[in-house]
């Protein structure tokens, strides 16, 4: 693969992954919430379920996703239900509301491994992002493409994805930013369950209605 065509998909893969959505959503949790190293966490595993999903696509099985409605919708559907049940987490966080520790750190239930395990979840249960890595692989590998070359390219769309989520994770967690936050911890828990909400019931009604 030449360095043109790799700093192509390079390129592209910062633009996705700059894309608000769940994903940032639950990195803003934990970042705020809990503290920098779960934000860190949640970002690596995110970028873990990128990589994922950049391999399967090239090596095929993210054509299912593309041929299979029932596969693609049964994926879907689970993915909702999961961000509802973060939803679910995330309101009664709010109404319990935000206990930190002498130093400013948080005192959330919850571990690291949860980050990790809640990024890599909103990354794995969304297979539009399969579809997403079909269509742009689509245009640089073909069947006699090295193995060599597909790992590159599954790794720089992981590393980016979690670099990003790690950028956000430390501007979240500033000196200067996260005392506010903080403030308005319980109204910013609120904001990311109704979001997962309305995310998950757009995901519910694609499904219903183009499945």
């Known amino acids: 693969m030449s360095f043109a065509a790799w700093l192509s998909v390079a390129t592209i893969c910062v633009l996705g992954a700059m894309t608000p959505g769940p994903s940032l959503a639950v990195v803003l949790r934990y970042s705020v919430g809990q503290s920098r190293q779960a934000g860190f966490a949640c970002a690596l595993a995110h ?13 095929g099985l993210g054509i299912l ?9 049964a994926v879907s559907i689970l993915g909702a239900l999961y961000l509802i049940w973060l939803a679910i987490k995330a309101w009664r966080a709010a109404g319990s509301g935000a206990k930190f520790n002498v130093d400013g ?5 919850g571990s690291i491994g949860q980050a990790a395990r809640d990024g890599f979840m909103i990354a794995f249960l969304n297979p539009k992002i ?8 689509s245009q640089f590998v073909s069947p006699e ?9 599954a790794f720089t769309a992981a590393a980016i994805d979690a670099g990003w989520y790690c950028l956000v994770a430390i501007g979240l967690s500033h000196g200067a ?10 109204w910013i828990e609120r904001i990311i369950a109704i979001l997962f909400v309305l995310i998950a019931l757009r ?5 219903t209605a183009f499945g």
């Open 65 to 73: 996703f593309q041929t299979v409605p029932v596969f693609h919708n």
């Open 145 to 153: 493409f090295e193995w060599s070359g597909k790992f590159l390219l």
């Open 130 to 137: 399969a579809l997403f890595f079909l269509a742009l692989f």
């Open 177 to 186: 930013v996260l005392p506010w936050l903080r403030d308005h911890a319980a």
């Open 105 to 109: 750190t948080a005192k959330l239930s």
């Open 47 to 59: 970028g873990l379920g990128i990589g994922f999903y950049a391999v399967i696509s090239m090596t």
């Open 203 to 207: 995901v519910l009604w694609g499904v």
